[in-house]
Nanobody, 123 residues
């Protein structure tokens, strides 16, 4: 059974930083992906960043250069370092995972989800 548990959300002023963590279990693929998504009130869930089993990454345009996705396979933990935060980054952030091949930031492509952690950025 795959489980994903996020932590690290909170409130921060614009320009500040936060690091989100996601501890996962039951997911140890030979091919697959981990990702971070976010969803603001009244908006669709959007992909933020993806990392594959080899550590290659891709980012959505709004966060490129400010956010960094990484993972520690020994600790079964996924991270999202968020710098230069903006009020528009305010959202519930979710980690997700999928088996198989093919890069995607489409939430429909991910079978496993955490419960989310709230990030609030004030101006």
């Amino acid at each position: 059974q795959v489980q994903l548990v996020e932590s690290g959300g909170g409130s921060v002023q614009a320009g500040g930083s936060l690091r989100l963590s996601c501890v996962y279990s039951g997911f140890n693929p030979s091919s697959g992906y981990w990702a971070w998504f976010r969803q603001a009130p009244g908006k669709e869930r959007e992909g933020v960043a993806v990392i594959d089993v080899k550590g290659a990454t891709t980012y959505a345009a709004p966060v490129k250069g400010r956010f960094t996705i990484s993972k520690d396979s020994a600790e079964n933990t996924l991270y999202l370092q968020m710098n230069s935060l903006k009020p528009e980054d305010t959202a519930m952030y979710y980690c997700a995972a999928r088996y198989g091949r093919g890069w995607t930031l489409d939430a429909n492509g991910y079978a496993y989800w955490g419960q989310g952690t709230q990030v609030t950025v004030s101006s």
